[in-house]
């Protein structure tokens, strides 16, 4: 089946540090990736998206290559503040069987703290 | 745009209880979403409607979960008897549909069973 593996959390930095969270995925076909952030309290917002292979998917500094060789779609981020602090899921979307319509498989989450 | 609307934002009820929640998705978005969010977990999804047909709810626990989405806008999530494993955040989402598309959420639920 379908599944994605994040790096385990929680991740610390100081505020201007670079940022990598790992993410790995298993799927039937091509799936589309997203990146979706969780602030405290609020539901998940996407972040960005690659839809095929080699796309890179950027957003507010941050970026993911969808790389097809490693199955893998890595968060990067070279400068982070104090607002980036929340809560990061690497998803991906496969076609819900029998149709064209999309259902999303989530990673565990990563929380990310940054400090002053 | 309106972004997707949920309530109530939060829930506090006793096992055995029932529940429901409320979703309202972004306008022209025919797919909706019901996810189920535990504390330190990704969101798993729940049930898929395609406008108001049901696209997948394998991992619904019908016996005591059910949902519906009338006239393929609006939809409700219910939980009776609910029990204490059900203590989560439920996660509303909807998309235009195709697998490339992305899915926007609400806020959410919080169920705290007591």
């Known amino acids: 089946g379908n599944s994605v593996t994040q790096m385990e959390g929680p991740v610390t930095l100081s505020e201007e540090a670079f940022l990598t969270i790992n993410c790995t995925y298993t799927a039937t076909g091509y799936p589309s990736l997203f990146w979706y952030v969780q602030y405290p309290g609020e539901g998940l917002q996407l972040l960005l998206k690659a839809t095929k292979a080699d796309d890179k998917g950027s957003n507010k500094g941050f970026e993911a290559t969808y790389r097809k060789e490693t199955t893998s779609f890595h968060l990067e981020k070279g400068s982070v503040q104090v607002s980036d602090s929340a809560v990061y899921f690497c998803?991906?979307?496969?076609?819900?069987?029998?149709?064209?319509?999309?259902?999303?498989?989530f990673g565990q989450g990563t929380i990310l703290t940054v400090h002053p | 745009e309106a972004g997707v609307a949920q309530s109530p934002r939060y829930k506090i009820i006793e096992k055995r209880q029932s529940v429901a929640f409320w979703c309202n998705p972004i306008s022209g978005h025919a797919t909706l979403y019901w996810y189920q969010q535990i504390l330190g977990q990704g969101p798993k999804l729940l049930i898929q409607?395609?406008?108001?047909?049901?696209?997948?709810d394998s991992q619904l626990p019908k016996d005591r979960f059910s949902a519906e989405r009338l006239k393929g806008v609006d939809s409700t999530l219910k939980i009776q008897p609910a029990k204490l494993e059900d203590s989560a955040v439920y996660l509303c989402?909807?998309?235009?549909?195709?697998?490339?598309?992305?899915?926007?959420f609400g806020d959410g639920t919080r169920l705290s069973i007591l």
């Open positions: 989402a909807s998309s235009l549909g195709q697998f490339n598309q992305p899915q926007h």
């Open positions: 998803a991906s979307q496969t076609q819900t069987g029998g149709t064209s319509y999309g259902k999303l498989t």
């Open positions: 409607f395609q406008n108001n047909g049901v696209v997948d």
